[in-house]
C-alpha cells in the first residue's frame, strides 16, 4: 500500500475558479523516459501490503493454491486497469490522473467528491492500517499478549492515535525531518523482503519433510462460495495499490503512448513475481493453519526460520516500513487539506502556514483529527473494505469516462485497448463494491454502510462547494472562515 507516495502528486481541489482541465496538465517536458516509468510505478505497487494481508487472503480462500491464483488474478487486474489508464493518458494528456478525467466527464462536483474522499476517507483509512500493524508487530514481538483478548481493541486505538499525534508532531516540527525519516525506514521495508525470501530458501532446502511443503501449494479445501472469493481479492487488490501512479506525471513521460502501456506492463509483471514470491516464502516456511491463525504473518515466519533474532529482526523491519508510510500520508494529506481550504472546499484558516518551519501545521492536525477518529475502528477488514469501495468508486469512473471520450466525444488516443477491458473491469468493479454487502461476515456488512454514510456526508459538500454564490465576498460561510482566518494570522505566527 504505497498511497501517500501517490498523493503528493494529486492536483489542487477544484472550485468555481478553477481553469478548465486543459489548462490544469502540466506541459509535455517529455522528461521521464522507460526506466524511470517503469521505477516508479513498481515502487509504488510494492508497498508493505506483503506484511499485512497473505493472511487475510488464504483465511478466506483456505488453500495455499488458491491464495497464489488470488494473487495473480489482482495483478492481472491491476494490469488491465493500468492500460485503460495508458489509454485515457493518451485521450487527455498532461498530469493530474483521476482528477483531469473525472472533471472533464462528469465536472467539477465529481472532482471535488474524488479529493475529498481521498482527503477525509481513503488515506485516514491507510493511515490507521499501517499503525494497526506496526502495533500488533511490536506487540507480538515481545509479548504473548492475546490478541482476542478484550482489551486488544482499546489497546489499538490507543496506539493508533499515539503513532499519528507523534508522527503530525514530527511534521509540524520539519518537512524535512520528515522526509529524511521516510528514505531511511523504507531501506528496511527491502531489508525486511530480502530476509522473508533468504528464510525460506534456507527452510525449503533444509526441511526433512518436502512433501508436506508441496502439499501446502495444492487447491484442496479451496472456497466456492463467490462473494468470499471476491473478499479474499480485498487484501491483493489494494496491495497492487499504485498502478496508477504514472498517470499523476503523464504530462512529463516521453513518448507516453509507448512508453505508458510498456512500463505498466513491465511493472506489474515484477510486482506479480514479487508478491507470489513472497507468498510461496510464506508457505515453505509456514504450515497452512499458522498462517491461517497469525496476525503477524512475517514475524512467525522469522520466529520458525531463526528464533527470536528473527522474529526481532523482521518486526524492526515491518514497523519501519508502516512508520514510514504513515509520515509519508501526514505530509502527503496536509497538503491536501491546505489545497482544500484554498479552493475554500473546508475553512480557508486551514490554509495557513507556520511561518517557522513554513508547514501547514493546522491541517496537520486536521489530518491528526480525521484519522483519531478512524483509530476507533480497530478490524483490518473493515478499513481495507472502505479504502477498496472509496478506490474502485472512482476507478469505475473513470473507465466509464475511457467509454465517453472514446465514443461520445470521439476522441481518438494514440493508444487504445480492447473495448471489451473497460467493460469488464466497470462490471468488476461494480461487483467488488458491492460484495461486503452479500457477505454474511458482519465486519465486512458494516464497513460497506459505513463507507456509504461517508460518501452521502461527502457528496452534497462536493455539489455545494461548485455554488458560485457560496463563494461570494458577502456570504456568510465566506465571511465567517475570512473572520476566524484573520483571528489566526494576528497572532503572527501564522501566513
Wanted: glycine share 6%; net charge positive.
Amino acid at each position: 500500500m504505497s498511497e501517500s507516495q501517490r498523493a503528493t502528486e494529486s492536483s489542487p481541489l477544484l472550485s468555481p475558479d478553477t481553469p478548465d482541465v486543459k489548462e490544469t496538465g502540466a506541459p509535455n517536458t517529455e522528461q521521464i523516459k522507460l526506466f524511470s516509468c517503469v521505477s516508479v510505478a513498481l515502487s509504488m505497487m510494492t508497498g508493505v501490503g506483503i506484511f499485512i494481508f497473505p493472511n487475510l487472503v488464504l483465511q478466506d480462500v483456505e488453500s495455499g493454491g488458491a491464495s497464489l491464483l488470488i494473487w495473480t488474478t489482482a495483478g492481472i487486474i491491476a494490469l488491465l486497469a493500468g492500460l485503460c489508464y495508458s489509454e485515457l493518458s493518451t485521450a487527455l494528456p498532461g498530469s493530474g490522473g483521476e482528477l483531469v478525467y473525472i472533471q472533464k466527464v462528469y465536472g467539477r462536483a465529481a472532482a471535488n467528491l474524488f479529493l475529498l474522499t481521498s482527503a477525509f476517507v481513503k488515506y485516514p483509512a491507510i493511515t490507521i492500517i499501517m499503525t494497526r500493524t506496526s502495533f500488533t508487530y511490536l506487540l507480538k514481538c515481545f509479548t504473548d499478549f492475546s490478541l482476542e483478548s478484550s482489551p486488544y481493541e482499546f489497546l489499538l486505538s490507543l496506539a493508533g492515535i499515539f503513532i499519528v499525534v507523534t508522527t503530525c508532531l514530527m511534521a509540524c516540527c520539519s518537512t524535512r525531518l520528515c522526509t529524511v525519516a521516510i528514505n531511511a525506514l523504507n531501506f528496511c521495508k527491502l531489508f525486511g523482503i530480502l530476509l522473508i525470501l533468504s528464510f525460506a530458501l534456507y527452510v525449503g532446502i533444509t526441511a526433512p519433510d518436502k512433501a508436506e511443503i508441496a502439499g501446502r501449494f495444492s487447491l484442496k479445501n479451496t472456497t466456492t462460495h463467490v462473494p468470499t472469493l471476491l473478499i479474499s481479492l480485498f487484501g491483493a487488490i489494494a496491495s497492487y495499490e499504485g498502478w496508477n501512479s504514472l498517470n499523476l506525471v503523464a504530462g512529463e513521460v516521453h513518448n507516453p503512448q509507448h512508453t505508458m502501456p510498456l512500463a505498466i506492463t513491465i511493472a506489474t509483471c515484477s510486482a506479480i513475481v514479487f508478491y507470489l514470491s513472497c507468498n510461496i516464502a510464506y508457505l515453505v516456511v509456514l504450515p497452512l493453519n499458522v498462517m491461517k491463525s497469525s496476525t503477524a504473518v512475517a514475524l512467525d515466519l522469522g520466529r520458525i526460520a531463526l528464533g527470536q533474532c528473527g522474529t526481532i529482526l523482521l518486526s524492526i523491519c515491518v514497523v519501519a516500513s508502516c512508520l514510514a508510510t504513515v509520515l509519508g500520508l501526514v505530509l502527503c494529506n496536509s497538503r491536501l487539506l491546505q489545497r482544500a481550504a484554498r479552493d475554500g472546499q473546508i475553512p480557508e484558516v486551514f490554509k495557513l502556514t507556520l511561518n517557522r518551519t513554513a508547514t501547514p501545521i493546522l491541517s496537520v492536525i486536521l489530518h491528526g483529527l480525521i484519522c483519531s477518529v478512524f483509530a476507533m475502528i480497530t478490524s483490518l477488514e473493515a478499513l481495507t473494505t472502505i479504502v477498496i469501495i472509496v478506490s474502485w468508486l472512482f476507478y469505475s469512473l473513470c473507465f466509464t469516462a475511457q467509454l465517453v471520450l472514446r465514443y461520445r466525444d470521439k476522441v481518438k488516443p494514440s493508444f487504445r485497448v480492447a473495448v471489451l477491458i473497460p467493460v469488464l473491469l466497470i462490471m468488476f468493479s461494480v461487483i467488488l463494491m458491492i460484495s461486503p454487502a452479500l457477505t454474511n461476515v458482519g465486519k465486512y456488512r458494516s464497513s460497506f454502510f459505513v463507507t456509504v454514510i461517508l460518501l452521502a456526508i461527502l457528496t452534497p459538500i462536493s455539489v455545494l462547494s461548485t455554488l458560485p454564490s457560496l463563494h461570494r465576498p458577502d456570504s456568510p460561510l465566506v465571511l465567517t472562515s475570512n473572520k476566524l482566518t484573520r483571528y489566526v494570522e494576528s497572532s503572527g505566527s501564522f501566513s
